[in-house]
């Protein structure tokens, strides 16, 4: 039998401020209990080292503004590239599955960085994702974020892949950051029903969080057929967590882990660092490595305090059942929405830096094509922490994109590399993995290798 | 005067040393079954070349006793009492098939999650008088952040059954792990009685020789241990084989490179590797039995080749045996060996060079091969095998986990220097081994008596570990098992800490005698967390590592070549 991969990267240099949620101490209970448990020693588990990400890892889902070397610290490089290690370890068989225990997180950061989201500069799963797609040529891949924070970035990454299948369960948006992740959030015009929410009351518990695993996202993972599930593991839906407000145990989600089997999970949010943390990471890699998990609890675990309320059972069951049919219903949904006039879909969008303090526009067009899902052109302003304001166009050609898509995309960054229209014109081209950075009033253009 | 002795698994080397002069040299095949008998007599042997008016001012063994021990099932029956709250299933600790578990856990902060059962310790005790064990280890998860349950434990058992012998793990070693824990201490307590046994036998004789000699136990870090601190320790004593001849490669080559140390014994190679001159430790502590422990040990690895491993041509494929005939050819043996293969292809005309060709021609013959083609082959196998696991070391090395943005950006790289050959067989491998390596070898004449000369003037170490938890005035130190209240500690910043681990430092030194040692100790750990609850701080907690790390006693000048 394959050994469970484990990656252990706490971080003990890096914060984002002394006493902000994301400094040296989050991950050090959690050393602590998983060093005493002696379960590096396991037979079962497999320790792996970190190693740094390149910027061609990172240029192939961010488009960072102005450069790479702007928001992103080491810190970023190494959490990002022990992702690639696990990935990596994976696809050439040394593992059965594999668990990053990593920060800082990602699963805020968006395509466009002007700074930093949620804790988050970079999307570590997503950067794994392109990782996997261009060197191992995987299809299909499933995310499930079981973050309690709704995870905007993976699913705006994502929004119009129907080769993503993104599902979040979180605490509603109307209670908690970054305030989305609303049932109605169900992909862009050409990959609808691929992003399924499935927002939460506060205070749920292991009963309706495992509701929405059993009734909902197993089915999915049935049907959609992915070629790699990957768990976006935030820990922050326990009961201890003090940023947000759900019951969730660490049986929960060790019993989570082992009904999904992902097979790679990788650490996100979670901040009760004394309470829960310790707990819930024994438990995830308890479950991943197939070991007996029964004896793990919470020092102040008792069981007659989860019970679930029926008026929220009642509630979940009507998500679940919404969201179900949405799903299956997909395609009808695509080909509804191919007919629509106009070559391109446009969306207009703000978004907020709640870290940095950053308010984002955006205008976002999708090219509406009848052979694939379409190539994006986001326009991006922003006036950044330093005080700098940005005017970038990003054009994004997806790995499944068509011949026809991406000839028209490289011929519109050609045009735009020589109008003066913007600060920056960068071209992301996710097939022949070239990542082009254009200054057009420098006449200036950087590869980023 | 200096004296090392190191009981290998077939022979037993001694040294006499003098200045810069080893003066006399002992080999005398071990006698597994008395392995003290053997130690002594080539005490003698070395003993009786010191002249009238010269003394020996220190001896250095390294012996096999606790490893053979517990290899042949010899270890005392002993309960193994677990106390190991939640987490893993209790099926993960399958150490002893007399393992107890008792209820109770405390967290990593030390503080009580759920108390002891004090009936159960009781009928526990009772039990174990009716099942005649006479000794007991116990192990608490956490207990080195909160000894109070396995000293309640040591106390409730004593009451009932007051002949019980019991260790606590919290005395043995202090580290996280509580199953490397567990194992050191049931392991620790199974051969406790035969060492304190050994240790008396040694001190008996040489008192009857009127010697005044401090005497050393060599360790697995290659640090030795003074006779009487390894009464507490005797676990601390395996593996010294391997530490004495990477100790010895040290001393013959007294510098600060990048060295490959490769010890060519009869049937096996054992590669280790000295970093900047400091020997490099296995990360995960010794494994024993099978389970890994909290003994620092040098990072071994061993490979079934050596001098004397046999050729063979068999079922159309020419081999290298694992198990010995006897010597090789040359040196009178019946058999081919690998020896012989490089003696006569290199022509090094080691011992009688026809008896290497006569031999080798006959396996020749029935391979249908010229004789130098055999040869060829045996050396590229035996080189390829070397060098492919040396390669796999400095992998493993470079590959070591880390948990700070700094060691990942600043990655480890190994860049060999020399490969130093241990050994009387090195001379003739070795040399090819280091041109495949791209590196110079490296051979001293006394490269076969290195081991015993390793622990002739391996000084000795000391680690001390400090766990500080300001917010609940904590103090945990290992060795010694001291897990304290301190109340001084809550302005404490990490110059303090490391400051009291200083202190702790020299203070156990001077008990053991490191005088010498002491102001060339290393910090080899500094972590500092601040503990926010809220947004403010509430406490610090500090984990420093301070030691006197492996390399050779002062009055050590070198030795000529």
Redesign the interface.
Known sequence: MKPTGLL???????AIS??HPE???RL??T???L????????PGIK??????AEPIDIAAVHFSVPDLDAHL???HF?AA?STLVIADAFMKGEIKNGFAIIRPPGHHAMSVTHGNRGFCNINNEAIMIEYLRYHYGLKKIAVIDTDVHHGDGTQEIYWDDPDVLYISFHQDGRTLYPGSGFVDEAGGPLAYGTTINVPLMPKTTDEGIHYVIDNLVLPLLEEFKPDLVINSAGQDNHYTDPLADMRFTAQGYATLNHKLAPDIAVLEGGYSV?TAL?YIN?GII?AMAG???????E?DYARENFKESPRNLELIKRIVEVQLDRFRTRQEEIEKNRRSKGEFFSEYRRIFYDTDYIHEEQQVRLRNCPHCCGFRMIESSAQQRNGKYYRVMCISVPINCCPACREQAISHYQDLTRSSRYDYVYLQDRIERQYRVCQPDLEREDIIK | MLIGIDVGGTFTDGVLFNGRDIVKTIKQPTDNDNLQRVILDVLDDLLAAVPAQASVERIVLSTTLVTNLLATGRGERTALILIPGYGLPHSAYHLSPDTFFLRGAIDFRGREIEALAKDEVISLAKHLIQLGIKRAAVAGKFSNRNRSHEDQVAHLLKQEYPDLEVTLSCDISNRLNFPRRAATTYFTAMVSPEWQHFVNEVEKALQQKGLKAEVHILKADGGTLPLPVSRKYPCETIFSGPAASTMGALALTMDQQNSLVIDVGGTTSDLALLVEGVPLHASKGARLMGQYTHVDAVSVRSIAIGGDSPLTFAEGELKILPERHGPAACFGGETATVTDAFNYRLALNQGDINRSREYLQQIADLANMKLEDLCDSIITQVVTTLTETTREMFKEWENEPAYKVWEIVHRRHFTLDRVVGIGAAAYCIIPRVAESLGVQPFIHRYSDVANALGAAVARPTLSVYLHLDTERSTCAIEPGGVVEKRSDISKFQLEDARKLAVDYLYAMGKARGMDDYLDDYKVFLEEQFNMIRGWSRTGRIFDVGVQIAPGLIQAYQGVEQ
Not at chain 1, 35 to 42: A, K, N, S, T, V
Not at chain 1, 47 to 52: A, C
């Open positions: 252990f990267f706490p971080a003990f240099d890096w002394p006493t400094r040296e101490e050090l209970y050393r602590d209990q060093f005493e448990e002696g379960i590096m020693d396991l320790e792996y080292k970190p190693r740094l610290l080491e810190a190494v590239g004394e310790p024994m308890m070991l007996d998990y029964s004896n793990l609890r020092p």
